[in-house]
């Protein structure tokens, strides 16, 4: 534990980390149940991609808010020109496979569906994206020597920013591959009021209904089977 432990870097961080873990978790359950879908279940294959586009679109949501918001704030608080250089060259080295990706769930038709391609095309995306994901904690614990209130707004305006997208696709995403039991149950990510959790699942979820079988968790946040697998 860091003397400064109290400092808004390490809050950042893991809550970072925490939404990391969650982006993580959703590309494995669809690497992972992709070759298992059967082929003759159209409506199954239409729903995976669906959610293999969520996932995107999160994704794609939550790198864009850091690089127009939260990158910015941090050199601004920091004083150091290009203090998050790394961080965007990183985006960068995963972005051609990552939009290959993107493009064949957004295109492909369900008679079309090759599972093997979706590992495939994950493939060449996943190792740059995963440094990328734990370099990019590193950054954030490092900024305990700057001012706490202020790199804990910067993180806060971050948030605001991430909250407004379609909660129709978004939400029963980010709920259903959120862990609460991970390290021992001491995170309440995403923290929010007890009632939540039903609005997403009787009023967001009920949009894309097959879709969020797919999550590795359930809206309440629980770790489940997958719901195909080998």
């Not at 432990?5 to 992709?34: D, E």
């Amino acid at each position: 534990m860091s003397p400064q432990s109290s400092h808004a870097a390490y809050y950042v961080a893991t809550q970072m980390a925490l939404a990391h873990n969650g982006i993580l978790r959703g590309l494995n359950s669809i690497y992972f149940q992709a070759p298992y879908i059967p082929r003759e279940d159209l409506v199954a294959i239409r729903d995976f991609l669906t959610y293999c586009q969520c996932w995107g679109e999160s994704m794609q949501h939550h790198h864009d808010a850091e690089e127009e918001i939260f990158f910015p704030s941090i050199e601004q608080i920091s004083g150091v020109e290009g203090i998050m250089a790394q961080n965007i060259e990183q985006h960068r080295a995963f972005t051609p496979g990552f939009d290959l990706f993107q493009d064949y769930a957004r295109t492909c038709l369900p008679k079309d569906y090759d599972g093997q391609k979706i590992r495939s095309l994950i493939d060449d995306f996943a190792e740059p994206l995963t440094r990328h994901l734990h370099d990019e904690i590193e950054t954030l614990r490092g900024l305990d020597k700057y001012d706490s209130g202020r790199v804990r707004q910067a993180y806060q305006r971050l948030e605001k920013s991430l909250m407004a997208t379609d909660n129709y696709r978004i939400a029963p995403l980010v709920f259903g591959t959120s862990d609460r039991t991970f390290e021992g149950g001491m995170h309440d990510f995403p923290s929010v009021p007890f009632f939540v959790p039903y609005i997403i699942q009787h009023v967001f979820a009920r949009r894309h209904r097959g879709v969020w079988r797919y999550n590795p968790c359930t809206i309440w946040r629980d770790p489940r089977e997958l719901a195909f697998k080998e």
